[in-house]
């Protein structure tokens, strides 16, 4: 089948590298149009403006979490009974899915719009980018639902073995963000809630595009009505594998949240660098991600078909891969880090705070691949152990450590970058003691 790849046989770096390719791609374009955001409002609104976007970026991850978890949930089960070859299964999960990812999309845009202000204030955000704040995360929020349904259709695509038609229609909205951006900011001048608004529509517009593909082009989503009815066995199984990753996000974001209240307290500038640094090496970063979404459906396939060595062999790739790049980004921060700033700002003390900064974490990556490699391969087994301690990790790590550092006369502020470094360095030891436990390899369809 044209849309459907089995990655139980063949080389596995080969279709770990012909799997990531297209995931890459598509994240370095997503965050493109959200570091465009940031650009056109860093540059053409002003520095109060990107700590406005960049107060809302923890707690909109936050509300996003929930979807990433589901959907990896959604996806790991469907790739097990797909690598397993039971095809029925698989379309039953697929229309399932939908009944969770309505319920709690509707659930969040409704907490999302009524309570934003509330929580921007229970967070410390700074006075004069509170209004900015609320309005940008009221607009996000009210853009959820297209987020829920691109991420779940994507991670089932994924999990069954297609990685190009998501691309495909994120390139689409990604162009259609940029173009919207530009008129809301530039030519309408309605400045942060512009860029929210141009945001949501252009997610809305992934999803329904994406959705409209997919059935007409992939065999399982040509669903039968009667494949529409609740099915508790299947509910079952994508909320036991969803809710702990959904959880495990949710942590990570509260951690965020946390660390936001701990940067607030720094002032504006302070938040501006902050925001445009974590944009930056989010961009840099995705590689990381792509090669914990391919290992996650590499994985579930795999252990699925009962080929654990296929696993072990493509995760020691993937390790390799992940220590040739976070040294060359030990070199590119230390090299561009100013250069970077300057994309979001031109106020000077906020770019040398930035550069040095990202030259600071950059230290730091190696742990923060290898706590995607090991979480990918982890998550993909369904392991619901290290989903809850990864979690517990990321908020002890991230709040204990920027709390105390920051404290500390000698470093200050910068023991919110330091925070991060730590964290990363906490999961990946966790991740890596689970992995060489093995408990994971004995997970099946």
Known sequence: MKFVQDMTAGSPSKLLVSFSLPILAGSLIQQLYTMTDSIIVGRFVGADALAAIGACGSLT???FSLFFGLSAGIGIIIARYFGAGKDEQVQKGIANSVFLLLGAAILLTVTGICFARHILLYLGTPSDILKDAVAYFQITSAGILGVAFYNG???????LGDSKTPLIFLVIASLLNVGLDLLFVLVFHL????????????QFVSACTCLIFAL???PFFRLKKEQFRPDKILLGQMTHIGLPLALQDAL??????ALQTVINSFGTAIVAAFTATNRIETMLGQIYLTMNTALSSYTAQNLGAGKVSRVREGTRFCVWITAA?????VVLMHLFGSAFMTLFVDDTSVIQTGAFALALTSWFFIAWGLLYIFRGVLNGA????????????????????????????????WGIWLSEGITWILVACAGIICYLHGTWARQTA
Request: hydrophobic share 55%; glycine share 10%; charged share 5%.
């Open 61 to 63: 991850y936050l509300f």
């Open 153 to 159: 259709i994507s991670s089932i695509l994924r999990a």
């Open 191 to 202: 400045g942060v809630a512009g860029t929210a608004l141009a945001t949501s529509l252009a």
């Open 216 to 218: 007409h082009t992939n």
């Open 252 to 257: 990570i974001a509260i951690s965020c949240v």
């Open 325 to 329: 790049f976070s040294l060359c980004m």
């Open 382 to 413: 369904g392991n619901a152990a290290f989903a809850y301690i990864s979690g517990i990790l990321e908020v002890v790590g991230r709040v204990g450590s920027a709390v105390l550092l920051t404290s500390l006369p000698l470093i200050g502020q």
